[in-house]
């Protein structure tokens, strides 16, 4: 049962350009939300989050969107830079039981063409 | 960069043998990660550690078991190498439970 789900695996944009990353939950306990960035032969490296009372949260050139009626996040970067071409995951977190609950998506490879 | 090392980076072994994988750490953070990487499937939770001696199991822990005496180092030990646990493993470190994670730099687990 996947939990969180990208489901398009690769995207690809112009430098320049909106990039958006999608992600969908099922998990309505899921109440904080994360994207990470990995590049090839590399750990993943955390790039923004969200909290569940909030509905956007912006850094920079990233912002991520939740809306929580349709358990659906995006992530939107703008503008597209060629560095920005990566992996990204999608991943939800809740507490149960006192433990802490993190699932990730299968990630979305994004090339961004120069 | 957060401190965390893996040890070793690559290594190929074969069926049956046993295999430990080291994550050492130096920032101090209670929460320790084992993830493994795999085509398909994204990043997936083997183990984790709350504290020393403190560890519970993630979705994918048939197969693998961990130990965390010291609160730099989480180990990942795989009894009897199956080709199936063939796979990037990369461990993470967090000061809370709910706080971002910071990724070693994965190790490459071959199988024969």
């Known amino acids: 049962d996947q939990q969180v789900k990208q489901n398009s695996p690769s995207l690809s944009v112009q430098e320049g350009r909106i990039s958006i990353l999608n992600c969908d939950y099922t998990?309505?306990?899921?109440?904080?939300f994360l994207w990470y960035k990995k590049y090839p032969a590399e750990g993943p490296t955390f790039l923004i989050s969200?909290?569940?009372?909030?509905d956007k949260n912006e850094d920079g050139r990233f912002t991520v969107f939740l809306n929580k009626s349709a358990k659906h996040l995006s992530l939107h970067i703008v503008p597209s830079q060629p560095g920005d071409s990566a992996v990204y995951f999608c991943?939800?977190?809740?507490?149960?039981?006192?433990?802490?609950?993190?699932?990730f998506g299968k990630g979305t490879k994004l090339t961004v063409n120069p | 960069d957060a401190g965390i090392t893996q040890s070793p980076r690559h290594k190929v072994t074969e069926t049956g043998t046993p295999v430990t994988l080291r994550c050492h750490q130096t920032?101090?953070?209670?929460?320790m990660y084992w993830y493994r990487q795999d085509p398909g499937h994204g990043l997936r939770l083997i183990h984790y550690?709350?504290?020393?001696?403190?560890?519970d199991k993630g979705e994918v822990s048939d197969g693998y078991s961990v130990s965390r005496s010291k609160t730099e180092d989480f180990l990942l030990t795989l009894e009897s190498a199956t080709s199936s646990q063939t796979s990037v493993y990369f461990c993470?470190?967090?000061?809370?439970?709910?706080?971002?994670?910071?990724f070693g730099p994965g190790t490459r687990l071959t199988v024969t």
């Open positions: 920032e101090n953070h209670r929460y």
């Open positions: 550690s709350y504290g020393v001696k403190d560890t």
């Open positions: 969200i909290s569940s009372i909030k």
């Open positions: 993470a470190i967090s000061e809370r439970g709910r706080d971002e994670q910071y």
């Open positions: 991943a939800a977190s809740f507490t149960q039981g006192g433990s802490e609950k993190l699932v």
């Open positions: 998990n309505s306990m899921f109440d904080y």
